[in-house]
């Protein structure tokens, strides 16, 4: 902690005015920075970003980024390509939302399935209702949720996907979430976070749970 | 990519059939631990998640779980410690909706204000908020987005965050962000992603937008 004083000992109150003058000096010359950097970032156009790692918070990065939309009045398409027993409470709340084109993919997680023809139908299919939803210019975000792992296991062509990402309407934004992202997309995309496992609940034997993970 | 085909070669159909084969072969193991997993985690209690690093979609993230809890029918508290310039379309979104409980601190970002007692005072406020709903069983989940910023400025005693956090209602979900979590509340929670930032737009010059970062 950079300048924590609220757990150390009482300062006299000369002290208390020198470092609250230093806080207002370290202040000014952040601010002045920040400010530069707003004015510098000048272009408008819609932007890729791609979510991957092993941690948790990609699929509800993604989701708070579709809310963060709706609170602006876009419209919003949404393609879930995993679905199984991890079903969430996502589908339940933007389902009946105005403004939120919802999709999920019929089949279950890869490893329920087992039956690889299967899954590729039900893959493509999902992919060929995302490509209509990038092409529709009255379409502010797509989001393709767990597209990674299609891609991973070859389900859906990698050719394909940069293709209509780089086809798309110029002012809308893209979210592609999954571990595993392959080089290529990061190469392609804007914005790109490596999400880190550093803990998670379920390796300590906590249950998957409404809210956080379902 | 492990076991793509569909950009590579054709196969012959005993190719084909030897690929569906070992595809079937890998989900049946994989599924075995997946199951066993499961059935190992089933400790059912709240948990702490801490969203960090300087990566983007800590906050989007504890937003889209806000949305999921929603979907349960779960009543959720919020309270954003910094506000200022960057204020987003999830306020104007999830004001609006039963269930949530939205409070945002009356200040600025640290670097506008540039007086650190308001700062102080502002933060102390919007964490009494804080305590009461961490002291409501009637809340599900309770969401403080970017407390670890007002930690690390020392704005907040990290103690009273930790006694606070300890003495919530056992089913309550709590979740911080902000880059810079302290190691004391990493020790302390259950669930923890560190968001690398691999790329953003705003340093290649494209302006932060709505529903992506506003």
Request: glycine fraction near 10%; charge should be neutral; charged fraction near 25%.
């Amino acid at each position: 902690m950079s300048e924590s004083n609220t757990d150390g000992p009482e300062l006299t109150a000369a002290q208390q005015a020198a470092r609250d003058e230093r806080h207002q000096d370290r202040m000014q010359r952040k601010k002045a920075v920040v400010d530069a950097a707003i004015a510098r970032a000048d272009k408008v156009r819609g932007i890729v970003v791609v979510l991957t790692g092993n941690g948790k918070g990609k699929s509800s990065s993604a989701f708070g980024m579709v809310a963060r939309a709706l609170g602006h009045g876009q419209r919003v398409g949404v393609v879930q390509f995993i679905k199984g027993a991890f079903s969430t409470g996502e589908e339940a709340f933007f389902r009946k939302l105005e403004g939120v084109s919802y999709h999920v993919m019929g089949e279950g997680f890869t490893w329920e399935t087992q039956d690889r023809e299967r899954d590729v139908a039900a893959a493509m299919a999902a992919f060929d209702v995302a490509r209509g939803l990038m092409s529709d210019p009255a379409i502010h975000m797509v989001v393709l949720d767990e597209l990674n792992i299609a891609l991973k296991y070859g389900y859906i062509p990698l050719q394909a996907v940069i293709d209509a990402a780089n086809a798309r309407p110029a002012h809308q934004n893209l979210i592609i979430t999954g571990r595993g992202a392959p080089a290529e997309l990061i190469e392609l995309a804007d914005t790109v976070t490596e999400m880190g496992d550093v803990k998670h609940a379920f390796r300590a034997g906590i249950k998957a749970q409404n809210g956080i993970e379902l």
